[in-house]
């Protein structure tokens, strides 16, 4: 950690939303802000949230959940939760689901994309990338959805990438549809 001795106060500046200079008395010290984020595959919200403490999530700033096979908003107190839904087929459990917690104090967030397999928010420190991909995806769906993703981003911003992307590199796609 760097100190530079400085004649004059200074106040507290941000660089690139994450770096901060923290004022000493006389010096300047560099820091940075430390983000506690979780990312959870559920398989099932709603049965997961069954076996943990109800302020399980409280310890975290983001929280990242996929494959929660919600088919309608969820909420928890002490967070922002912004749900992407899964799908609901005619027979069987849904498929998918994404769920990005924020703590308040990282607001004000907007959510700059959706798709089917991507929730991505931007906070006031960093660009969050939470994202599920089914195992039946190729490698190119994959890389073309989160290209898309990226390309609602700038060169400067800090990005948070987390999710589940089931890449299956071992088979051909259409060998793994015939299973």
Not at 69 to 84: H, V
Not at 126 to 141: G, H, N, R, S, W
Request: proline content about 3%; glycine content about 4%; hydrophobic content about 35%.
């Amino acid at each position: 950690m760097k100190e530079h001795v400085l004649n004059k106060k200074i106040r507290s500046s941000t660089q690139n939303g994450i770096s901060k200079k923290k004022v000493a008395g006389k010096k300047i010290v560099n820091s940075c802000l430390v983000l506690q984020t979780v990312l959870w595959k559920a398989e099932s919200l709603n049965g997961a949230l069954q076996l943990v403490p109800y302020d399980f999530f409280h310890k975290y700033d983001i929280v990242c959940l996929t494959e929660t096979f919600l088919i309608k908003d969820w909420y928890t107190q002490g967070f922002y939760c912004i749900n992407n839904l899964a799908t609901q087929c005619n027979i069987g459990r849904p498929k998918g689901g994404i769920t990005c917690l924020i703590k308040p104090k990282l607001s004000p967030f907007k959510m700059e994309y959706k798709s089917r397999h991507i929730l991505m928010i931007r906070i006031r420190l960093c660009t969050i990338i939470c994202a599920y991909f089914q195992p039946k995806l190729t490698v190119e769906d994959i890389i073309e959805e989160l290209d898309e993703a990226m390309s609602k981003t700038s060169r400067s911003d800090q990005i948070l990438l987390a999710g589940d992307l089931n890449c299956r590199i071992d088979i051909l796609y259409d060998q793994h549809i015939k299973r």
